[in-house]
């Protein structure tokens, strides 16, 4: 992990109140699926992290929602501009030799992009559950058929997709649910833990990122503890308690 100054290529609205940032900076080519990067935002001591949505050797994109005045200031900063990067930070998901389903909600659903893609490149079948408020902050489902995955969609208000949330889609399709890589909100995240086996990120609030400030500490069932930004944010499921 380093610190790397990237330039914006492009800063672009893609749904309700969130955003695609595409930077070009050489630290693409070290990043591993699910990682983050803590960006800088001009005016604001503390760093906000952003998932890698794809990575390569030109660049990272991000995609994040305006959730406070950071973000919002990041969504205001032009093509031309550079930000200071930190990153890649965490611990990514493990590329498995297996098929896999990805379980997706919100500004959870980017670093499953770059996730599949790796796991498609590898041969693999890919199943993506996404699942959102309503249909005007759909994201990623284009590209990742685009790439070759299977893709369920569902909208709490039923505006795309199946009405519910992501468990309520993937009873009404009756799909077989392979080993599970998820991102999204907590009670999403529970809901998977209750049911399926693999891997979760957990995209809590964070301080240093690097595991210094013991900002992001949580619990495992036998007592001890792990810190999200530098354990994690990606921990097998039932290896922490959520
Ligand atoms: C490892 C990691 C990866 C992340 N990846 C993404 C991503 O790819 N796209 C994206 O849109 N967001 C992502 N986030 C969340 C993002 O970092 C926060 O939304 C952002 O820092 C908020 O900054 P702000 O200054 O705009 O809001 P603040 O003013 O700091 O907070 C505004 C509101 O957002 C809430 N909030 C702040 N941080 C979080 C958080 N981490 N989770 C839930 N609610 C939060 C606050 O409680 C408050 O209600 C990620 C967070 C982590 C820890
Ligand atoms: S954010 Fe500081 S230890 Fe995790």
């Not at 031309?80 to 990514?92: H, M």
Request: aromatic content about 6%; some cysteine; hydrophobic content about 40%.
């Amino acid at each position: 992990m380093r610190t790397a100054a990237a330039v914006i290529m492009a800063n672009e609205a893609i749904a309700r109140d969130v955003y695609r940032m595409i930077l070009k900076t050489d630290l693409g080519q070290e990043v591993q699926c699910g990682q983050f990067v803590q960006v800088a935002v001009p005016g604001y001591f503390l760093r906000r992290p952003i998932s890698v949505h794809r990575a390569d050797a030109e660049g990272i994109s991000l995609i994040y929602r305006i959730a406070g005045d950071g973000t919002r200031t990041l969504s205001e900063l032009k093509a031309g501009e550079t930000v200071d990067l930190f990153g890649p930070l965490g611990s990514g998901f493990p590329l498995l030799d297996e098929d896999i389903t990805l379980i997706g909600g919100g500004v959870g659903v980017p670093p499953l992009v770059e996730t599949a893609a790796r796991y498609i490149k590898a041969g693999h079948e890919v199943t993506a559950v996404l699942g959102f408020s309503d249909r005007e902050v759909v994201i990623c489902k284009d590209e990742l058929e685009a790439l070759g995955c299977r893709v369920i969609i569902a909208t709490m208000d039923g505006s795309d997709g199946y009405k519910g949330t992501v468990i309520d889609a993937i009873e009404k399709a009756g799909l077989t649910v392979s080993t599970v890589l998820a991102c999204g909100p907590l009670p999403m995240l529970k809901a998977v833990a209750e049911r399926y086996d693999g891997y979760i990120s957990l995209e809590e609030r964070m301080a240093c990122g690097i595991g210094a400030c013991m900002g992001c500490v949580i619990r495992t069932p036998d007592g001890d503890s792990r810190r999200i930004c530098k354990d994690g944010p990606v921990f097998r499921i039932g290896e922490v308690e959520l």
